[in-house]
C-alpha cells in the first residue's frame, strides 16, 4: 500500500513540476519571440520609410502601392540644388547662383540601405513572402494647408505566427494581436514610427 501511495506522491511531484517549468517557460518563450520578431519587422519598416523619402523626393508625394515605390527608385532622379555666392556681386549680399543637377534614386538608396532587392521590401518577415506590408497614401487638409500623408504597417498577428493568438495577452498585457505595428498616420503629416 505504501508503495502505491508513493508511486502516486511521485508522479503528482512530477506533473506538477513540469506544469512549474512551462508555466515559467512559456512566458519567457513568447516575449524573446515577440521582441526578436518585433525587431526585425521595425528594421524592414524603416527601410520602407527611407524609400518612401526617396520616393518622395523624386515624386513630391508619397507611393500608394509597392510597385510604384519599385519602379520611381529604380528609374526616377532627385533634383539636387547648389547655392553658391555670386561672384559677380562684390558684397556677397542676396545674390545667389542656383546650380541644378541630378541624381539617380537607386544610388541614393544604395548609399542609404545598400544593396538590396526593392521588391523584397513589400514581404513581412516570418510570412515566407506570403504576406505583405498595408501601404496606403494621399493628400488630407492640416490646419488650412493640402500635406501628403502615408501608413505602412502590420498587424502582430501576421509576423508573430503561433504567437499571434489572442491567448498570449495574459503574458504582456500591452500585446495586442489586432494592433498595427507601423509608420505614418493617414489623418495627419505624421511619418513617426509607433515603434
Known sequence: MSKIINIVLVLITLVLAYWLYSSIKDPIEFNQELEKRKFEVIAKLKKIQTAQDIYRAVTGKYAKSFDDLTAQIQNGKIEVVKLENDPTDPTNQDKFIK????????????????????????YIPYTDGKMQFSINA?????????????????????FMGEFGDPKYKKYDKFYDPEKMLKFGDMTSPNTNGNW
Open 99 to 122: 546650380t541644378f543637377t541630378y541624381v539617380a534614386a537607386k544610388d541614393s538608396i544604395r548609399s542609404l540601405l545598400g544593396d538590396m532587392d526593392l521588391n523584397e521590401l513589400r
Open 138 to 158: 494621399d493628400t488630407i487638409t492640416h490646419q488650412n494647408n493640402v500635406v501628403n500623408v502615408v501608413e505602412v504597417g502590420t498587424k502582430y498577428k501576421d
